[in-house]
């Protein structure tokens, strides 16, 4: 038999009476952090005023928080959400109601679609508050997502699930979870949170390596002055290939998981792969109409 990967880390960070801070909460903060200081460095290599930063992550975190739980819950689960009194408040809390009263859980169950309009709507409401262009605002962010992706499936990770298919490779994961077992035996399976993790970094510094290229290759058109400065950023770009690549990715990596809910079993494409499929092509659409334009919005 092969050595596969014993997977079954602690859920928990730590733990005081009844609040608990789990890993994967605590790989989103960190996701979000990274966000912060790479989007701030972007502002001001932009010269966009510090005033105008200093309020986005707020728009952030709310936008892709409510969105992505919003998201779960309509998609995945409304079934349970959306028919019970209980249900509708565990939308909005992050609780979990058991035999023992409430339970401080963090929000168990965000779906990155509604994630990402969240963000989308949060992000528009800050760049009309604060009078900025909307692509210019979505492209910064853009460029830093993919690494706060690759953090919340490090999450996933961490809690043993969004699991994939049972296989025999050898980098195969034994998860300890019910979900992950078959008639009470640990069965060797993908590691889906792994892959996408690893993708999300890869397509994170790739887009980090266009906008250094990009931002050379402005510096030095301005400085001969012997035709118009294009600029990628504003132009749709970014949120084109961030967006295009992560869910491109996303439908193709779901043919190697288990479905999360039981309605996707009887599925030919599972509900991330059907939600995926508009994502990729709208995305599709602004990367190649952006690289056109390459021009900064006014």
């Not at 169950?109 to 262009?133: D, E, N, P, V």
């Amino acid at each position: 038999m092969l050595a596969y990967i014993d997977w079954q880390p602690n859920l928990e960070l730590f733990s005081i009476g009844s609040f608990s801070l789990r890993w994967y909460s605590m790989m989103w903060v960190i996701g979000l952090l990274f966000a912060y200081f790479i989007v701030q460095r972007l502002y001001k290599q932009q010269r966009i005023a510090d005033e105008k930063f200093e309020p986005l992550f707020l728009y952030c975190f709310l936008g892709t928080l409510i969105g992505a739980r919003l998201g779960h819950c309509i998609f995945y689960e409304p079934g349970y959400y959306l028919t019970s009194k209980i249900g509708l408040m565990e939308m909005f809390l992050p609780m979990h109601h058991t035999v023992e009263g409430w339970k401080f859980t963090g929000y168990e169950g965000l779906a990155s679609h509604g994630g990402t309009i969240g963000l989308f709507i949060g992000l528009l409401l800050y760049a009309r508050k604060y009078k900025m262009g909307l692509w210019t605002v979505i492209d910064n962010v853009a460029i830093a997502t993919p690494l706060t992706c690759c953090c919340i499936r490090l999450g996933n990770l961490m809690n043993s699930e969004i699991i994939g298919n049972v296989t025999d490779v050898p980098w195969a994961f034994l998860f300890h979870t019910r979900e992950a077992m078959i008639d009470g035996q640990l069965v060797p399976r993908h590691p889906a949170q792994l892959y996408e993790a690893i993708a999300y970094l890869l397509i994170f510094f790739v887009g980090l390596w266009i906008y250094h290229w990009d931002t050379t290759r402005t510096q030095k058109q301005s400085r001969a002055k012997t035709q118009k400065t294009t600029s990628l950023v504003g132009t749709s770009f970014y949120f084109g290939y961030c967006v295009f690549t992560i869910f491109l990715f996303r439908f193709f990596v779901e043919f190697l998981k288990k479905e999360q809910v039981a309605f996707e079993q009887d599925m030919p494409l599972d509900m991330g792969q059907l939600l995926s499929i508009p994502f990729v092509l709208i995305a599709g659409y602004a990367m190649w109409k952006g690289w056109g334009k390459r021009n900064p919005e006014k």
